[in-house]
């Protein structure tokens, strides 16, 4: 069974910082791209950062660009987002996704259509 497992969320101050992981398994998503996506109370999900199958290109959304970082460990099978300078409308739940149909693609979907692999989603709260 194919599992995205996200941890990491939860409370903190605004200017704080958080970080989320994402850990996989049940096949491996080593050749495959993933992201961060975010859904806020009465909002739509929205895309948040995505990141290739190697690490080497990264997209974000202009709301979190150089605040947020995503990163991945393909030998851990985990992706991360490194987040600073936390706002309170970064307040939302925070899903992790995967791309399982295309393979050593340099560019990163940051649709959330082209995903077919889901996490639970972690709470993050930022309190002002």
């Known amino acids: 069974q194919v599992q995205l497992v996200e941890s990491g969320g939860g409370l903190v101050q605004a200017g704080g910082s958080l970080r989320l992981s994402c850990a996989t398994s049940?096949?491996?998503?080593?050749?495959?791209?993933m992201s961060w996506f975010r859904q806020a109370p009465g909002k739509e999900r929205e895309f948040v950062a995505a990141?290739?199958?190697?690490?080497?290109?990264?997209y974000y959304a202009d709301s979190v660009k150089d605040r947020f970082t995503i990163s991945r460990e393909n030998t851990k099978k985990t992706m991360y987002l490194q987040m600073n300078s936390l706002k309170p409308e970064d307040t939302a739940v925070y899903y992790c996704?995967?791309?399982?149909?295309?393979?050593?693609?340099?560019?990163?979907?940051?649709?959330?259509?082209?995903?077919?692999?889901w996490g639970q989603g972690t709470q993050v709260t930022v309190s002002s």
């Open positions: 990141i290739n199958w190697s690490g080497g290109n990264t």
């Open positions: 049940g096949r491996t998503f080593s050749r495959n791209a």
């Open positions: 996704a995967a791309d399982s149909s295309g393979s050593m693609l340099y560019n990163p979907p940051t649709s959330s259509l082209a995903y077919d692999y």
